[in-house]
């Protein structure tokens, strides 16, 4: 079945320093492909998608390239901020659209 | 616009008790989902709901139960909660399970069973 495989956290890093979280999936065919987040104690909100192969979605200063061949759809921000701290999940819908299989989520903590 | 919006926010039972938790969308979405999160276990889906009236099993649907009486609104029941129950609830809607459909997520209820 479809799965999602993220690098496992936490995170930590300090201030304007670069990211990146790896997330991996499985699936059939070519899906779309997110990336959520969720803030200390709030729900997850969308961050970025990509619908198709070769897209790259970008939102806040985060990317994320839709990679076929190597089935992977990592996270970038070339300079992190303290309010950036957050939980980031990776998903992707089942073949039916139906619902969304999470990745377990990454924990980033930046620092001052 | 609220959005998706979940009561209670925090909730203690002790095991054996039965609560129901309310999730509401003023989105005029058809999609609706419970999810629990759990420590390094990501979000996993309990049941959802493809129109009023229509519910269907998740991942984890054991010992719940849900009702989507109207369309704006989804329950989660727990007949006789457990410790295991203990979890942070999310519920999400979305408008058309199509590519590149977006989930909205309410606050999340935190539920402890003692």
């Known amino acids: ?112 | 616009n609220a959005g998706v919006t979940q009561t209670p926010k925090f909730r203690v039972l002790k095991t054996g008790q039965s609560m129901t938790l309310l999730c509401a969308q003023d989105m005029n979405h058809e999609y609706m989902y419970w999810y629990r999160q759990d420590p390094g276990m990501g979000l996993r889906l309990i049941h959802y709901s493809v129109g009023e009236g229509t519910t269907a099993k998740g991942e984890v649907p054991d010992g719940y139960n849900v009702s989507r009486l109207k369309k704006q609104n989804f329950l989660l029941g727990l007949e006789s909660a457990a410790p295991s129950q203990t979890s942070v609830y999310f519920c999400a809607s979305s408008y058309y399970p199509g590519e590149g459909y977006e989930q909205y997520f309410g606050p999340g209820t935190r539920l402890t069973v003692t």
């Open chain 1, 1 to 112: 079945g479809d799965s999602v495989t993220q690098m496992e956290g936490p995170v930590t890093l300090s201030e304007e320093a670069f990211l990146t979280i790896n997330c991996t999936y499985t699936a059939t065919g070519y899906p779309s492909l997110f990336w959520y987040v969720q803030y200390p104690g709030e729900g997850l909100q969308l961050l970025l998608k990509a619908t198709k192969a070769d897209d790259k979605g970008s939102n806040k200063g985060f990317e994320a390239t839709y990679r076929k061949e190597t089935t992977s759809f990592h996270l970038e921000k070339g300079s992190v901020q303290v309010s950036d701290s957050a939980v980031y999940f990776c998903a992707l819908p089942n073949n039916a659209g139906n619902m969304l299989t999470f990745g377990g989520g990454t924990r980033l903590m930046v620092k001052p």
